[in-house]
């Protein structure tokens, strides 16, 4: 999650290679007066996450384009000036074993 505030935030999700989402991989956006999550895109032939393995998932910011990576691949890359600045974290959903490591926040 990013450019977290109290009125939302943005969050890059992948799932699980496999499971039943129609979508692996998302760039959603979380309204907090509303609380609904707002699908900015969405990709339906992307490979998600494998489990066992380790995962690289990258987020650039450049003004109001937001820039997606998986795995060094660029996946998404969208104008959305909603949110322009707040926090930066990690989310999961409770799935059991997840494991978060070199977690950092860089400015250019």
């Known amino acids: 999650m990013f450019r977290s505030t109290k009125n939302g935030y943005y969050l890059f999700r992948v799932f699980r290679d496999g499971n039943n989402a129609p979508e692996r991989r998302q ?10 999550y707002t699908t900015l895109v969405g990709d339906t032939q992307g490979k ?53 490591d070199n977690f950092s926040v860089a400015l250019p």
């Open 27 to 36: 760039l959603q956006r979380y309204d907090a007066q509303t609380g609904e």
């Open 48 to 100: 998600g996450y494998q489990l066992g393995s380790w995962q690289d998932l990258r987020v650039e910011t450049d003004g109001d384009l937001i820039t997606c990576f998986f795995n060094n691949e660029k996946v998404f890359e969208v104008h959305d000036s909603t949110f322009t600045g707040g926090q930066a974290g990690v989310y999961t959903l409770a799935l059991g074993d997840v494991v978060f």
